[in-house]
Nanobody, 124 residues
């Protein structure tokens, strides 16, 4: 069983930045593709960003491309989401997810483990 713990959420003004972290308990963290998803009130959970474990390829939702960056530090068992130029529509609970030796990608169903989420609120 892998535990994922997100941190770094908070309240920020539009145009500001936040960096989310997700610490994983996995012993072989480097073999997990990692993803970030978000869910706003009354909306479906949606894909934000992902990184394929084997070659480090990254994927982004069109809505965040150019503003958000996913990265990882395998030595620290941690994946990050750097969020710049934040907009009020980025307000949501952000979840990290892990897919063991899988592609990961944009589909939530591909991921085996999920964190509890961290709230991000962007004020206008």
């Amino acid at each position: 069983q892998v535990q994922l713990v997100e941190s770094g959420g908070g309240l920020v003004q539009a145009g500001g930045s936040l960096r989310l972290s997700c610490a994983a308990s996995a012993r072989t963290f480097s073999t997990y593709s990692m993803g970030w998803f978000r869910q706003a009130p009354g909306k479906e959970r949606e894909f934000v960003a992902a990184m394929y474990w084997a070659v480090g390829t990254t994927y982004y939702a069109d809505s965040v491309k150019g503003r958000f960056t996913i990265s990882r530090d395998n030595a620290k068992n941690t994946v990050y989401l750097q969020m710049n130029s934040l907009k009020p529509e980025d307000t949501a609970v952000y979840f990290c997810a892990a897919d063991y030796k899988g592609y990961g990608g944009r589909a939530a169903a591909a991921y085996d483990y999920w964190g509890q989420g961290t709230q991000v609120t962007v004020s206008s």
